[in-house]
């Protein structure tokens, strides 16, 4: 289990501006907002990857993101929002605790969406979801 720094904020020994808590699920502030409202929605269980989390824990998360997010555009006065959520170094992932950021977003916030996508043909794409497939 990663003791980390979401660890601290969900004993209560580092504050953070709480937005919603319940017996598995924790929202509160990023600390370093990428816009408006940025917040972060953690699950209380110490797991670093989402697959790591027990279902019905992650089935609660998502249960609460879209009410959490609801709130947080409505106070910001905004409509659109990203869900982000990173696994692993090379997604990204800085903090080694699951979560999932909400940021609030507007035209020409500079923050930008688009990634570099691949061609592939058909017959690759029918290789590969015969092989995952194939995972149990
Ligand atoms: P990641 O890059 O791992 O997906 O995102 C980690 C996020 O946690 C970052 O957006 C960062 O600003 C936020 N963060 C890191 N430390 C703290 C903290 O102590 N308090 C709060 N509220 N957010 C934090």
Redesign the pocket.
Known sequence: MPDT?FSK?IAGE?P?HKLFENEHVLA?????PLSEGHT?VIPKRPVERLEELPTEEAAEIARQLGPIAQRVLAATGKRDYNVLQ?NGKSS????PHV?F?IIPRAPEDGLGYRWNAKEVGDEQLAALAEKINAEK
């Not at 990204?92 to 903090?95: E, F, H, L, N, P």
């Open positions: 720094i904020i580092v953070c509160f502030l990023d600390i370093a972060l990173n990204g992932q800085a903090v979560h950021h």
